[in-house]
């Protein structure tokens, strides 16, 4: 194999269901530049040493003009959305991250997911009572999906009946995070664009709102609280709103499918959480490891040239962290292709590592780990229908399109 094939193996989706031999190969560099550009980091050191290194942007108005062609820059000189804090520097990070914060979680608000426990642990049981007569199910259409999204809007205070027009949108913003270096650049800038612009829109609308009747949610927090850091300027809610959303709903599903796949492949350790829903707690951090939902972060770029693993990255180049690569890594996990609920010291790279380490974690953790026990608790003898089953096009937020399960029936759901 030639270095330059595997930027576009890893895109290509003939690798989507089983991209971690291509990984392997991978790591044997675990610093490689590829011939059509971009620096590959597949190792799980170099990977977690650049992401606490601030010489590391993550703006990607850093990034040459001509390392910046694979991926549509997102927030590229749009008025009508700036940049989010994923995609700043500090100190700009920083303060905006600890605004968003201030309502979210601790030190100001500790309880704020504690909280909504019995609030999820009801959406799910109300969906797996959906299943009853049933003996066939998508898993993402029918569960993984509704359930974070219906979270993220009581969260943010979103209406839940206007999900057909955001849902839209998101599907495009992510798709402009997939680097296809085959894609017609022009025609997917077109379609972020205006996707970018109805979402501020309507954000921007839903702020005035809640300014004029605020709630007991998270955006009312926003725009009227007062914290150390004082309030965010109109168009930093807009961006940071769209951001919860966004992040909120095109992640979580992936790692429920990816965690209820995992299991049904495994069914001695469906059984064992079936048994013992407490088994859920480490089991969800090694899908986490195991099956990333997001898979690599492929917009990172020195300010200064950077010397590592025996390469000079450039000042300016783009560089790709693959964290799904690093999660495999033989020298940082024994036995690393094993799936390993018991396993220990699992620091894994799913949540990503250093200043911009996932904000919604703790809110991710919660569902996925209250989906899992639910399901596994309640579905009899649940089997695959397809394997592997259809994936997403997406390289970056990998997980299956759809996750046909068959199952004997449904147990009765607990006493509310
Ligand atoms: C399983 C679900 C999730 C996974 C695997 C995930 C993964 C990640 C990763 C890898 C990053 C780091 C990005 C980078 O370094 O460039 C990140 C950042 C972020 N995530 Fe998540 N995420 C998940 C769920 C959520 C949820 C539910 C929310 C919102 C409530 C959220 C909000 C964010 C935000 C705001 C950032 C940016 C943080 C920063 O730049 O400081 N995520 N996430």
Redesign the pocket.
Known sequence: MTHGTFLRKITDYAHRADPYPLYAELRKTPVLRDDIGPYLVSTYWEIHGL?HDPRLS?DPRNLDPEAAGLVVAEEEDDPSLPPS??RLDPPE?DRL?RM?MYPFGPPHTPRRIHDMRGELARIVTGLVDGFEGRDQIDLVDDFAYPF?VTV?CR?LGVPRADEPLFHAWADTIVSSADPDPDADAAERRGAVRRARTELAMYMSELIEERRRAPGEDMLSSLVHGDGPDGRMAHSELVSTAA??LI??HE??V??ITNGMLTLLRHPDVLKRLHDDPRLAVPLVEEV?RYE???QL?PQRTPLTDIDIAGVTIPKGASVWLI?ASGNRDPRRFPDPDRFDPDRRDNQHL???S????????P??RLE?QLALAELARRLENPRLLEDPPPYRRNAVLRGPRHLPIGFDGVRAGREP
Do not use: K
């Not at 250093?354 to 974690?361: D, K, L, N, S, Y």
């Open positions: 992401l993550s804090f994923l990070h991250r968003a974070p993220i969260l951001l919860l992040a909120g992640t979580t992936n790692l986490l990333p939902p997001v972060l964290l799913g949540f990503g250093g200043i911009h380490i996932c904000f919604g974690a809110l991710a996925a």
